[in-house]
Protein backbone atom coordinates (compact mmCIF):
# COMPACT_ATOMS: atom_id res chain seq x y z
CA UNK A 1 0.00 0.00 0.00
CA UNK A 2 1.23 3.62 -0.74
CA UNK A 3 1.32 6.13 2.40
CA UNK A 4 0.56 9.24 1.75
CA UNK A 5 2.00 11.96 4.18
CA UNK A 6 1.31 14.97 4.64
CA UNK A 7 2.62 18.61 5.98
CA UNK A 8 2.60 20.41 7.58
CA UNK A 9 -1.01 18.91 9.68
CA UNK A 10 -1.93 23.08 10.22
CA UNK A 11 -0.73 25.82 8.17
CA UNK A 12 -1.92 29.35 9.69
CA UNK A 13 -1.47 32.27 7.22
CA UNK A 14 -3.21 35.80 6.65
CA UNK A 15 -5.40 36.67 3.81
CA UNK A 16 -3.62 37.51 0.96
CA UNK A 17 -0.61 35.74 1.61
CA UNK A 18 1.02 32.45 -0.02
CA UNK A 19 0.52 29.15 1.12
CA UNK A 20 2.49 26.04 0.56
CA UNK A 21 1.47 22.52 1.32
CA UNK A 22 3.62 19.41 0.37
CA UNK A 23 2.35 15.34 0.19
CA UNK A 24 4.64 12.84 0.17
CA UNK A 25 4.56 9.37 -1.21
CA UNK A 26 5.71 5.97 0.03
CA UNK A 27 6.54 5.02 -3.28
CA UNK A 28 6.53 6.79 -6.98
CA UNK A 29 3.43 7.46 -7.98
CA UNK A 30 4.65 9.06 -11.36
CA UNK A 31 1.62 11.88 -11.97
CA UNK A 32 -0.98 9.96 -10.84
CA UNK A 33 -1.57 12.61 -7.61
CA UNK A 34 -5.14 15.08 -6.91
CA UNK A 35 -5.77 17.45 -4.80
CA UNK A 36 -9.24 18.31 -2.59
CA UNK A 37 -10.31 20.75 -0.69
CA UNK A 38 -12.87 20.28 1.62
CA UNK A 39 -15.14 22.67 4.26
CA UNK A 40 -16.73 21.81 7.55
CA UNK A 41 -20.22 19.97 6.56
CA UNK A 42 -19.73 19.96 2.69
CA UNK A 43 -17.84 16.97 0.31
CA UNK A 44 -14.30 17.40 -0.90
CA UNK A 45 -13.90 19.32 -4.73
CA UNK A 46 -11.31 18.18 -6.86
CA UNK A 47 -8.71 21.01 -7.50
CA UNK A 48 -5.76 19.61 -9.12
CA UNK A 49 -5.59 16.11 -10.98
CA UNK A 50 -2.69 14.73 -12.99
CA UNK A 51 -0.19 16.86 -10.10
CA UNK A 52 -0.57 19.62 -11.81
CA UNK A 53 -4.02 19.89 -14.16
CA UNK A 54 -6.49 22.50 -12.57
CA UNK A 55 -9.89 20.88 -12.39
CA UNK A 56 -13.10 22.89 -14.59
CA UNK A 57 -13.92 26.05 -12.17
CA UNK A 58 -10.98 25.88 -10.05
CA UNK A 59 -9.05 29.53 -10.11
CA UNK A 60 -5.73 30.08 -11.59
CA UNK A 61 -4.36 30.51 -7.53
CA UNK A 62 -4.23 27.21 -6.87
CA UNK A 63 -1.66 25.55 -8.95
CA UNK A 64 -0.10 21.85 -7.97
CA UNK A 65 3.23 20.69 -8.86
CA UNK A 66 5.17 17.54 -8.37
CA UNK A 67 6.29 13.96 -9.38
CA UNK A 68 7.37 10.84 -8.55
CA UNK A 69 7.33 10.93 -4.43
CA UNK A 70 7.03 15.09 -3.64
CA UNK A 71 4.21 16.50 -4.62
CA UNK A 72 3.23 20.66 -3.33
CA UNK A 73 0.09 22.53 -3.59
CA UNK A 74 0.44 26.58 -4.11
CA UNK A 75 -1.77 28.47 -2.97
CA UNK A 76 -1.11 32.02 -3.83
CA UNK A 77 -2.62 35.22 -2.39
CA UNK A 78 -5.13 33.64 -0.02
CA UNK A 79 -8.88 34.51 -0.57
CA UNK A 80 -11.04 33.83 2.41
CA UNK A 81 -12.77 31.11 0.87
CA UNK A 82 -9.35 29.10 0.58
CA UNK A 83 -9.36 28.44 4.59
CA UNK A 84 -10.22 24.86 4.35
CA UNK A 85 -8.51 20.91 4.91
CA UNK A 86 -6.66 20.23 1.82
CA UNK A 87 -5.97 16.26 0.89
CA UNK A 88 -4.30 14.91 -1.45
CA UNK A 89 -4.47 11.49 -3.30
CA UNK A 90 -3.16 8.45 -5.00
CA UNK A 91 -4.52 7.08 -7.78
CA UNK A 92 -1.68 5.31 -9.04
CA UNK A 93 -1.81 1.75 -7.74
CA UNK A 94 -4.62 0.12 -5.43
CA UNK A 95 -5.70 0.38 -2.45
CA UNK A 96 -6.42 4.52 -3.65
CA UNK A 97 -5.02 6.49 -0.44
CA UNK A 98 -5.25 9.46 0.76
CA UNK A 99 -3.04 11.95 3.06
CA UNK A 100 -3.92 13.12 6.60
CA UNK A 101 -4.68 16.28 5.59
CA UNK A 102 -3.27 20.14 5.71
CA UNK A 103 -5.70 22.46 7.56
CA UNK A 104 -5.36 25.70 6.45
CA UNK A 105 -6.52 28.34 9.00
CA UNK A 106 -5.83 32.09 9.50
CA UNK B 1 -27.69 20.11 -12.63
CA UNK B 2 -25.25 17.06 -11.85
CA UNK B 3 -26.16 15.43 -8.31
CA UNK B 4 -25.19 12.75 -6.40
CA UNK B 5 -27.55 11.98 -3.18
CA UNK B 6 -26.54 9.57 -0.83
CA UNK B 7 -29.37 7.81 1.94
CA UNK B 8 -29.18 4.91 3.87
CA UNK B 9 -26.81 5.87 6.58
CA UNK B 10 -28.06 5.94 10.45
CA UNK B 11 -27.18 4.08 13.91
CA UNK B 12 -26.52 0.29 13.85
CA UNK B 13 -25.29 -1.85 16.72
CA UNK B 14 -21.31 -3.56 16.15
CA UNK B 15 -22.33 -6.78 14.07
CA UNK B 16 -25.05 -5.59 12.31
CA UNK B 17 -25.84 -4.40 8.49
CA UNK B 18 -26.91 -1.42 6.69
CA UNK B 19 -27.43 -0.77 2.78
CA UNK B 20 -26.44 2.24 1.20
CA UNK B 21 -27.76 3.85 -1.77
CA UNK B 22 -26.65 6.83 -4.03
CA UNK B 23 -28.80 7.89 -6.66
CA UNK B 24 -27.55 9.80 -9.85
CA UNK B 25 -28.68 12.26 -12.00
CA UNK B 26 -27.69 15.40 -14.79
CA UNK B 27 -25.47 12.90 -16.71
CA UNK B 28 -24.70 9.76 -18.10
CA UNK B 29 -24.56 7.16 -15.27
CA UNK B 30 -23.11 4.10 -17.10
CA UNK B 31 -20.20 5.70 -18.58
CA UNK B 32 -19.18 6.41 -14.95
CA UNK B 33 -16.86 4.55 -12.93
CA UNK B 34 -17.86 4.96 -9.58
CA UNK B 35 -16.68 4.89 -5.76
CA UNK B 36 -17.37 5.26 -1.95
CA UNK B 37 -14.91 7.55 -0.07
CA UNK B 38 -15.48 8.14 3.90
CA UNK B 39 -14.46 10.87 6.20
CA UNK B 40 -13.63 10.40 10.11
CA UNK B 41 -11.88 13.64 11.74
CA UNK B 42 -9.38 11.61 13.38
CA UNK B 43 -8.69 9.91 10.49
CA UNK B 44 -9.27 11.92 7.59
CA UNK B 45 -10.20 10.55 4.11
CA UNK B 46 -10.19 6.41 2.89
CA UNK B 47 -11.07 5.02 -0.17
CA UNK B 48 -13.53 1.87 0.59
CA UNK B 49 -14.85 0.56 -2.75
CA UNK B 50 -14.57 1.08 -6.16
CA UNK B 51 -16.57 -0.28 -9.53
CA UNK B 52 -16.30 0.12 -13.22
CA UNK B 53 -19.04 1.45 -15.49
CA UNK B 54 -20.79 -1.90 -15.99
CA UNK B 55 -19.16 -3.17 -12.91
CA UNK B 56 -17.12 -5.77 -14.26
CA UNK B 57 -13.76 -4.60 -12.16
CA UNK B 58 -14.50 -3.58 -8.38
CA UNK B 59 -11.94 -3.10 -5.93
CA UNK B 60 -12.15 -2.93 -2.14
CA UNK B 61 -10.18 -1.10 0.82
CA UNK B 62 -8.37 -3.63 3.07
CA UNK B 63 -10.22 -2.37 5.70
CA UNK B 64 -13.64 -3.34 3.86
CA UNK B 65 -12.85 -6.16 2.33
CA UNK B 66 -14.88 -9.28 2.95
CA UNK B 67 -17.59 -7.02 4.79
CA UNK B 68 -18.54 -4.72 2.58
CA UNK B 69 -19.52 -5.05 -1.28
CA UNK B 70 -20.20 -2.12 -3.88
CA UNK B 71 -23.17 -2.61 -6.62
CA UNK B 72 -24.71 -0.85 -9.18
CA UNK B 73 -27.66 -0.66 -11.15
CA UNK B 74 -27.23 1.14 -14.06
CA UNK B 75 -30.87 1.27 -15.18
CA UNK B 76 -31.83 3.29 -11.92
CA UNK B 77 -28.82 5.37 -12.16
CA UNK B 78 -28.08 3.85 -8.71
CA UNK B 79 -25.11 2.87 -6.83
CA UNK B 80 -25.19 0.79 -3.65
CA UNK B 81 -22.93 -0.18 -0.61
CA UNK B 82 -24.06 -3.36 1.55
CA UNK B 83 -22.50 -3.18 4.76
CA UNK B 84 -22.04 -6.33 6.81
CA UNK B 85 -20.32 -7.00 10.35
CA UNK B 86 -20.13 -3.69 10.43
CA UNK B 87 -17.63 -2.18 13.57
CA UNK B 88 -17.07 0.91 15.37
CA UNK B 89 -14.65 1.87 13.38
CA UNK B 90 -16.22 2.23 10.27
CA UNK B 91 -18.27 4.93 11.86
CA UNK B 92 -18.24 7.91 8.94
CA UNK B 93 -19.45 10.03 6.83
CA UNK B 94 -20.03 7.75 3.53
CA UNK B 95 -19.38 9.92 -0.13
CA UNK B 96 -20.46 8.58 -2.99
CA UNK B 97 -17.89 9.93 -6.06
CA UNK B 98 -17.48 9.70 -9.82
CA UNK B 99 -14.24 9.13 -11.64
CA UNK B 100 -13.08 11.81 -13.85
CA UNK B 101 -12.53 10.36 -16.97
CA UNK B 102 -9.41 8.90 -17.47
CA UNK B 103 -8.15 9.18 -13.83
CA UNK B 104 -9.07 7.59 -10.72
CA UNK B 105 -9.38 10.93 -9.38
CA UNK B 106 -13.08 12.15 -8.16
CA UNK B 107 -14.91 15.07 -9.50
CA UNK B 108 -18.38 14.65 -8.78
CA UNK B 109 -19.29 13.93 -4.86
CA UNK B 110 -22.42 13.76 -3.12
CA UNK B 111 -23.01 15.32 0.08
CA UNK B 112 -22.64 12.21 2.14
CA UNK B 113 -24.44 9.83 4.51
CA UNK B 114 -23.61 9.45 7.87
CA UNK B 115 -23.04 5.81 9.32
CA UNK B 116 -23.08 5.54 13.25
CA UNK B 117 -21.62 1.94 14.82
CA UNK B 118 -22.14 1.67 18.45
CA UNK B 119 -24.20 -0.17 21.00
Known amino acids: EIVMTQSPGTLSVSPGERATLSCRASQSVSSNLAWYQQKPGQAPRLLVYGASTRATGIPARFSGSGSGTEFTLTITSLQSEDFAVYHCQQYKDWPLSFGGGTEVEI | QVQLVESGGGLVKPGGSLRLSCAAS????????MTWIRHTPGKGLEWVAYISSRGVSIYYGDSVKGRFTISRDNAKSSLFLQMDSLRAEDTAIYYCAARLTGTNAFDIWGRGTMVTVSS
Open chain 2, 26 to 33: GFTFSDYY
